[in-house]
């Protein structure tokens, strides 16, 4: 008779596929900076290199940013996109991380009942203040 032996540990790419498979349980930033802002990241970023090695590093910083005209850049054709994802994509990608930093905040805020922070209002007003100072009379 042969014994059961335990099953082998799971291969790596079994391993990442279920790591990756778990990201819809992270927060919803988290969710969306790994799903949809890695990949505008890494269009960017490719965009950006790109330019780098066809009209020069500083060149390419300078037209992302819009201090360059991408008509004045000599690959115009590679130039355009860069001006466009430094004028839109760009903040907008910023623009989303912080609105969903901000809405996270406000959530959790309004999480608490009316009626618990009226409770908390009346208790406030209905304390007494800080005790009197003595004053050094003599």
Not at 28 to 39: C, H, K, Q
Not at 59 to 84: D, F, K
Request: hydrophobic content about 45%; proline content about 9%; glycine content about 10%.
């Amino acid at each position: 008779m042969s014994s059961a032996s335990a099953p082998p540990p799971p291969r790596r790419r079994q391993r990442w596929r279920a790591h990756w498979a778990d990201r819809h349980a992270l927060p919803r930033l988290a969710f969306w900076l790994i799903s949809r802002g890695a990949a505008m990241l890494a269009v960017c970023a490719g965009l950006y290199v790109l330019n780098g090695f066809l009209i020069g590093w500083a060149n390419a910083y300078e037209v992302m940013t819009g201090i360059t005209s991408p008509v004045a850049a000599r690959h115009q054709w590679c130039a355009w996109p860069l001006s466009v994802i430094g004028w839109a994509a760009i903040p907008a990608m910023i623009g989303g991380a912080a609105g969903y930093i901000i809405t996270e905040q406000i959530q959790a805020h309004q999480a608490r009942e009316l009626s618990d922070v009226l409770d908390e209002l009346r208790h406030l007003a209905e304390a007494p203040g800080p005790p009197p100072s003595s004053g050094g009379g003599s």
